[in-house]
């Protein structure tokens, strides 16, 4: 009897076999232009219509968030619009004031196909992507959404673009200063901007998050937000050793406050360390990425694996210690930019493979930095 196929499955298939035709069909026969030096290549009129490419994950918007605020600046009457996906759209609202319509994509034939109709109606002047690895939703997104220009970095499928910018080294310049070289074709000098993010946290907010921690209005103690939720596995810390670190900060930092933050996915593992460790308090999860933002915001420190929040506290300039797994040394991990970060690198793909000393060492430089003393 032949083996049954599902309806999912063979949608799947069908949806490969359009992307492999559309990338093959419609790949710009020309060279792009490299835009080595800032420039204004482009000569946009004074309202552009722009649309901005950033469908990866929540990070990667919020790291993005400033190429948005200089080409709002840049072009102040500009209509900019941009596409995310169902991976990130939680943080829609932060990109909400620098543009007009956010798109999403969802990764099915259909939603590709009715994106790129939409999009053709609008008639781009440009279309900047901002990926820097090669991505073949992206190059179809560029190549049919009739933009009259596009801009990417310069990599492997640079002939989808107009414009291209040199790709920099990724073992040695942050991501942010590697993106940020997609504003030189609009003139913009990367080197003199503020690549810090952007993540705003309202008033009703800030008071709402403070009722749910249970901080008082005349709360002075320090207070460490613990993240244990990594974007997988892999990106978190042992249970165990995780309670024998926060032991740690108990005993020699008595006078510092703990809040303990999982994604909802880890709430038992949450409430397995909050059991553990006498005073540790134990931050309910939201599926609001919003609220879980605004409560963040009211921690005076950070420690964290490499996820999410590692750019809420460069948007928001708070310490933090940071757990980064680098098994690859020819990629620079994404510290938080223009923020006091103690950086924890695991060479391999592991992060609980991160000796307790190690960590207790960081916090302790963390504490130090933030004038924390011991006893």
């Known amino acids: 009897m032949p083996k049954q196929t599902s309806p999912y499955n063979r949608l799947k298939r069908l949806e490969l076999r359009v992307r492999k035709w559309f990338i093959k069909t419609h790949r710009r026969g020309f060279t792009p232009v490299v835009v080595a030096h800032p420039a204004d290549v482009l000569n946009l009129p004074a309202k552009p219509k722009i649309l901005v490419l950033r469908q990866d994950r929540i990070g990667d918007v ?6 948005l ?18 991976n990130n759209v939680a943080v829609e609202r932060i990109v909400s004031e620098y543009t007009q319509t956010r798109y999403v994509y969802r990764k099915s034939l259909t939603s590709l196909i009715e994106l790129i109709v939409r999009m053709r109606q609008q008639h781009y002047d440009v279309v ?7 991505s073949s939703t992206s190059g179809i997104f560029v190549t049919r959404c009739n ?19 040199p790709l920099l080294d990724k073992a040695t310049v942050h991501i942010c ?13 990367p080197d003199r901007i503020d690549m ?11 008071t709402a998050a403070q009722q749910a921690l249970g901080i008082p209005a005349d709360d002075t103690r320090f207070r460490l937000g613990v993240n244990i939720s990594g974007s997988n596995d892999f990106r978190s810390y042992d249970v165990s050793k995780t309670c024998i670190v926060l032991s740690h900060i108990r005993e020699k930092y008595p006078k510092v406050s703990m809040y303990l933050f999982a994604a909802p996915r880890h709430g038992e593992r949450a409430a397995a360390i909050a059991r553990s ?13 919003d609220v879980f933002a605004a409560r963040l915001h009211e921690m005076h420190a950070l420690w964290t694996p490499d996820t999410s929040a590692v750019h809420l506290a460069a948007a928001w300039k708070t310490p933090s210690c940071v ?3 680098q098994p690859n040394p020819s990629i620079m991990p994404w510290y938080p930019i223009g923020s006091h970060c103690e950086v924890i690198i695991n060479k391999g793909e592991v992060l609980s493979d991160v000796p307790i000393e190690e960590v207790t060492a960081a916090i302790d430089r963390l504490f130090a930095y933030c004038g924390i003393e011991a006893g």
């Open 323 to 325: 757990m980064f797994n």
């Open 177 to 189: 200063r590697r993106v940020a070289n997609l504003l030189m074709p609009f003139g913009i000098d």
């Open 69 to 86: 605020r200089e080409l709002k600046t840049r072009y102040p009457d500009a209509q900019i619009d941009m596409l995310l996906s169902s």
């Open 128 to 134: 900047v992507d901002l990926m820097d690895n090669p």
């Open 62 to 67: 919020i790291v993005s968030t400033f190429i």
């Open 277 to 289: 460790i006498d005073g540790l308090k134990l931050v309910k999860s939201s599926q609001s990425f």
């Open 196 to 206: 810090t993010p952007h993540y705003s946290v309202e008033t009703r907010e800030q």
């Open 147 to 165: 933009a009259r220009y596009s801009v990417g970095v310069l990599k492997e499928n640079a002939g989808v673009y107009t414009h291209c910018v």
